[in-house]
Nanobody, 127 residues
Framework: EVRLVESGGGLVQVGGSLRLSCAAS???????MGWFRQAPGKGREAVAC????????FYDDSVKGRFTVSEDNAKKMVYLQMSSVKPEDTAVYYC?????????????????????WGQGTQVTVSS
């Protein structure tokens, strides 16, 4: 059974930091894992992605230089270190298997997953 469990969210002030965790099970860590977020009234958007095989990372322009994605393959854990957070980072954050790469017009990160998403973890940035 595939399971994705996100944790670590909370209330953080502008400019602060937060570390999100994702525990994955039920599938092999041999592709890419991505972080996604959904703000109130908006669609889900990609944030960051990491290659399970070589650790290469990809970031949406909105978080580049502020967020860092990492993973522990042995534990099947994926992390998102958030720094210098902004009010627009407020959203529910999810992890999922993904496809990532460098496109002609920038980084491409898309979910490669049609199973049940986790419950997500709420991040609220206060100003």
């Amino acid at each position: 059974e595939v399971r994705l469990v996100e944790s670590g969210g909370g209330l953080v002030q502008v400019g602060g930091s937060l570390r999100l965790s994702c525990a994955a099970s039920g599938f092999a860590f041999d592709h890419y894992m991505g972080w996604f977020r959904q703000a109130p009234g908006k669609g889900r958007e990609a944030v960051a992605c990491i290659s399970d095989s070589d650790g290469r990372t990809f970031y949406d322009d909105s978080v580049k230089g502020r967020f860092t994605v990492s993973e522990d393959n042995a534990k099947k854990m994926v992390y998102l270190q958030m720094s210098s957070v902004k009010p627009e980072d407020t959203a529910v954050y999810y992890c999922a298997p993904a496809l990532c790469g460098d496109g002609d017009y920038g980084v491409i990160i898309v979910a490669d997953y049609d199973g049940p998403w986790g419950q997500g973890t709420q991040v609220t940035v206060s100003s």
